[in-house]
């Protein structure tokens, strides 16, 4: 079956500037993540989804950084007034949530800021 | 909140020989710990994981042990091969919590 999707797989932006990233999750994943992950670095937690609520917002690096899922299926991640310590990659993943622990990752949005 | 550190940063082995990661937590009530492997360039992909009611789980020649009094795990690939070359990430999550901590990763070069 399908894995996790994001979009776009790549996104340069100029400083200042609002993004707006997109993940798919495995269909009946009721549990989402998003982490960022600069180059050479380790994954960083922002946000998890159970369902449409986030539970635990405390990843997100300033107010700068929201994201909302829907229908317990695709989320958005946004970025706003993009500052070039964001440049990094941003990965989602989803699981079964209480049924199943295992993240399957998206393949990530490689996010530039110039 | 919890807290996963992982050592080494970086290693190298020879081809064939193994190589060991270590992993300690500082939450008590993690219960389930997770093991994913990164190449370069693509996503994480699990590759084992172990959870709080076993010491020790083995799949062909990736192993993990788990010492929950000491609160730290590790993993160990044996007859280590050029593919197994990647950064390797630990993980712990609280019983009841979908939270995953990831350590910073273990970066494994198989010289061959």
């Known amino acids: 079956g399908a894995g996790v999707s994001q979009s776009p797989s790549n996104k340069v932006t100029e400083k200042g500037k609002d993004v707006e990233l997109r993940c798919d999750p495995i269909?009946?994943?009721?549990?989402l993540y998003w982490y960022r992950q600069r180059l050479g670095q380790g994954l960083e937690f922002l946000i998890y989804?159970?369902?449409?609520?986030?539970?635990?917002k405390s990843g997100l690096p300033s107010d700068r950084f929201s994201a909302e899922r829907t229908g317990e299926s695709v989320s958005t991640l946004t970025i706003q007034r993009t500052q070039q310590e964001d440049s990094a990659v941003y990965l989602c993943?989803?699981?079964?949530?209480?049924?199943?622990?295992?993240?399957?990752f998206g393949p990530g949005t490689r996010l530039t800021v110039t | 909140g919890e807290n996963v550190e992982q050592h080494p940063s970086t290693l190298s082995v020879q081809e064939g020989d193994s190589a060991v990661i270590k992993c300690t937590y500082s939450?008590?009530?993690?219960?389930?710990f997770p093991w994913y492997k990164q190449e370069l360039g693509k996503r994480p992909q699990l590759i084992i994981d172990i959870r709080s009611n076993v010491g020790e789980k083995k799949d062909q020649r990736i192993a993990v042990t788990l010492n929950k009094t000491a609160k730290h795990f590790s993993l160990h690939i044996t007859e280590t091969q050029p593919e197994d070359s990647a950064v390797y990430f630990c993980?712990?999550?609280?019983?009841?919590?979908?939270?995953?901590?990831f350590g910073t990763g273990t970066k494994l070069q198989v010289i061959p």
């Open positions: 993943a989803s699981s079964l949530g209480n049924r199943g622990y295992e993240q399957y």
């Open positions: 989804f159970q369902g449409n609520s986030a539970p635990d």
């Open positions: 269909s009946g994943h009721t549990a």
């Open positions: 939450d008590s009530a993690s219960n389930y």
């Open positions: 993980a712990a999550r609280r019983g009841g919590y979908q939270k995953v901590t």
